[in-house]
T-cell receptor, first 112, second 116 residues
Framework: GDSVTQMEGPVTLSEEAFLTINCTYTATGYPSLFWYVQYPGEGLQLLLKATKADDKGSNKGFEATYRKETTSFHLEKGSVQVSDSAVYFCALIHQGSDKIIFGKGTRLHILP | EPEVTQTPSHQVTQMGQEVILRCVPISNHLYFYWYRQILGQKVEFLVSFYNNEISEKSEIFDDQFSVERPDGSNFTLKIRSTKLEDSAMYFC??????????????FGPGTRLTVL
């Protein structure tokens, strides 16, 4: 079945460091891909999305590119801030389905 | 900004008891969802609901579970006879249109259910 695999956490970085959180997926067809973020005490928030191959989603300095050839959707940010500390979830959804399939989440700690 | 709310934030119950988890979706949304996350595991889809009917459900969503929109604002998940393995964080979500159209699902903060 369809699945999403993302790098294990926690990931600890210093402020202004470069961030990459790896995500790969297994799916038939052409799913839409997402990154969700969960800040402490809050719900899952959509961070960015891409709906077709080679699309780049971006928001709040974060970017991810839908790579069909490597079935990947890695999350990147050039300079992280303490306020980026959260849990990040990679996810996919198929056209015609209501079901979002999530990865396990990666906890990110940014040190001042 | 409108948001999905859930009550209670934490529910503790005895095995075999019924629990009802409550959600207030965003007011103009028409599609509603429940997900759960067992500690240390992935967030898993349970069910989607539209026009007073279940539109999709997972294999987890067995006869012990039910959903209801009892009035114009609430959306509830009922577990009839809780088991220890039902302990999890339960997330409600809503969207304006069907998620399959890639419309965004907006999530609530979750209810942590602990079954003793």
């Amino acid at each position: 079945g369809d699945s999403v695999t993302q790098m294990e956490g926690p990931v600890t970085l210093s402020e202004e460091a470069f961030l990459t959180i790896n995500c790969t997926y297994t799916a038939t067809g052409y799913p839409s891909l997402f990154w969700y973020v969960q800040y402490p005490g809050e719900g899952l928030q959509l961070l960015l999305k891409a709906t077709k191959a080679d699309d780049k989603g971006s928001n709040k300095g974060f970017e991810a590119t839908y790579r069909k050839e490597t079935t990947s959707f890695h999350l990147e940010k050039g300079s992280v801030q303490v306020s980026d500390s959260a849990v990040y979830f990679c996810a996919l959804i198929h056209q015609g389905s209501d079901k979002i399939i999530f990865g396990k989440g990666t906890r990110l700690h940014i040190l001042p | 900004e409108p948001e999905v709310t859930q009550t209670p934030s934490h529910q503790v119950t005895q095995m075999g008891q019924e629990v009802i988890l409550r959600c207030v979706p965003i007011s103009n949304h028409l599609y509603f969802y429940w997900y759960r996350q067992i500690l240390g595991q992935k967030v898993e889809f349970l069910v989607s609901f539209y026009n007073n009917e279940i539109s999709e459900k997972s294999e987890i969503f067995d006869d012990q579970f039910s959903v209801e929109r009892p009035d114009g604002s609430n959306f509830t998940l009922k577990i009839r006879s809780t088991k220890l393995e039902d302990s999890a964080m339960y997330f409600c979500a809503s969207s304006v249109s069907a998620a399959s159209s890639t419309d965004t699902q907006y999530f609530g903060p979750g209810t942590r259910l602990t079954v003793l």
